[in-house]
């Protein structure tokens, strides 16, 4: 049965750009309060004060934080602020959008060396094993209930191989990991866990990859609908899925690509 989302609380972590900013506008756009957690520099921050105050012209509540959502100390200290803000409500979705890694070759090449400990690690643990981190301490203080949904950012790089992606890549195949894990064990409680696989869609995180002109030209040809995926279409997809109370859907991997996949 679908359930209005209009006075909910979402939380994104990721929020000032791409995909995050885009859940944080469509989910505003359906009534949703909009918790973010965002890292910038100051010309960052300016933008996401910006982002923060077009949501609250919608005629709803945004909070931005700009920290380190990779941190236990962040978690710490918002959390409990999260918990206040949102009241008997909790949260009712959370999207895990955090775009921060290593984009090294494994092996030295051209005199620059390979991946190193510290950033393989970096990757991971920002890319991946926040996801676990969050969706522990929101439970654990009871903001996670039933009806609460939980994405988390994914793509073909969990798949497919490019020369300074495999850091990302070994994160993005941890992170369907962890959502299959948490998927099981929120199932009593009624909480949904699913990775949205957006196909390849033009955000400040894709322009960082080296050779993305060539991934835009590629994904461009082979789309079936002859255009790239647009943040705006995760943003609508986590709208559809997250207006039913059902955990029926839940530990999968959901393709946000338009076919994309499919003919690449």
Not at 19 to 32: D, I, K, P, S, Y
Not at 157 to 179: M, T
Request: charged share 20%; proline share 4%.
């Amino acid at each position: 049965m679908e359930t209005p989302l209009e006075g909910s609380w979402a939380l994104v972590l990721g929020v000032s750009s791409g995909m995050g900013l885009a859940v944080a506008r469509e989910l505003a756009h359906q009534g949703v309060n909009i918790l973010g957690v965002h890292f910038d520099t100051a010309s960052g921050q300016e933008k996401a004060e910006t982002a923060a105050e077009e949501l609250r012209s919608l005629g709803v509540q945004a909070h931005f934080h700009n920290a380190n959502a990779a941190r236990a100390s962040t978690r710490n200290e918002l959390v409990p602020l999260f918990a206040g803000l949102t009241g008997e409500r909790g949260i009712r979705v959370l999207v895990h959008s955090l775009a921060f890694g290593t984009l090294v070759p494994f092996l030295p090449a051209e005199g620059t060396p390979g991946v190193s400990e510290r950033q393989m690690n970096m990757t991971l643990d920002v890319m991946a094993n926040s996801l676990v981190y969050w969706t522990q301490d929101l439970y654990a203080a009871g903001l996670l209930r039933k009806g609460a949904k939980v994405y988390a950012m994914t793509s073909a790089g969990d798949y497919k191989v490019s020369p300074n992606y495999g850091a990302v890549s070994a994160a993005k195949c941890a992170l369907e990991a962890h959502v299959r894990q948490l998927s099981v064990e929120l199932a009593p409680s009624g909480v949904a866990v699913n990775a949205l696989r957006a196909g390849v869609t033009v955000t400040p995180s894709l322009e960082r990859i080296p050779e993305h002109r060539a991934l835009v030209e590629r994904a461009t040809d082979n789309n079936p609908h002859r255009r790239l995926t647009r943040p705006e279409d995760v943003g609508e997809a986590v709208a559809l899925l997250s207006r039913t109370e059902s955990s029926w859907i839940t530990g999968n991997v959901i393709g946000v690509d338009g076919g994309e996949v499919l003919t690449a």
